[in-house]
């Protein structure tokens, strides 16, 4: 599945690094960013996305896949110290849950935020990524 566009930067945020391997090998494979950067929690992340703690700052991402369950910040918690980041900081970002967690609990606390785009089983698929572009990307021409 070829998708035409290509957007500049995504953002996986997990502490498996098997997932993290398939889903960088996927991303990869369907060439549609320019950047994928691989933060192993939330804390990570959110400096990454800052500039914080001794964190290079990275080119504002535009996917966010995002796990729950995870050491030093859970996703839930990264959630939290990410509503709060300004509108200049966040811009244009799509976060989208990805987990294992089948708990229906999980899945409400998702939906407690606005941030969320969409809430995904692992493990990602081209599928699960074409939608996500067609939804939210296809037609700004911005991310190109």
Sequence with gaps: MKIEMK?????????????????????????????????????IALDKITGQNGQEMIKRPIIIFLDIN???????????????????????????????????????MANNFSEIAGYLNKPLGEKDITRIVDSYFEKNESNK
């Design 7 to 43: 957007i500049e930067s995504i953002l996986l945020v997990d502490d498996d690094e098997v997932t993290n391997f398939y889903n960088e090998y996927l991303i990869n494979k369907m060439d549609i960013c320019n950047t994928l950067h691989i933060a192993e929690n939330g804390q």
């Design 70 to 108: 995870m050491p030093v910040m859970n996703g839930f918690e990264f959630l939290e110290a990410y509503t709060k980041l300004g509108d200049i900081t966040k811009g244009d970002m799509v976060v989208c849950m990805l987990t294992t967690s089948l708990h229906e609990q999980d899945l409400k």
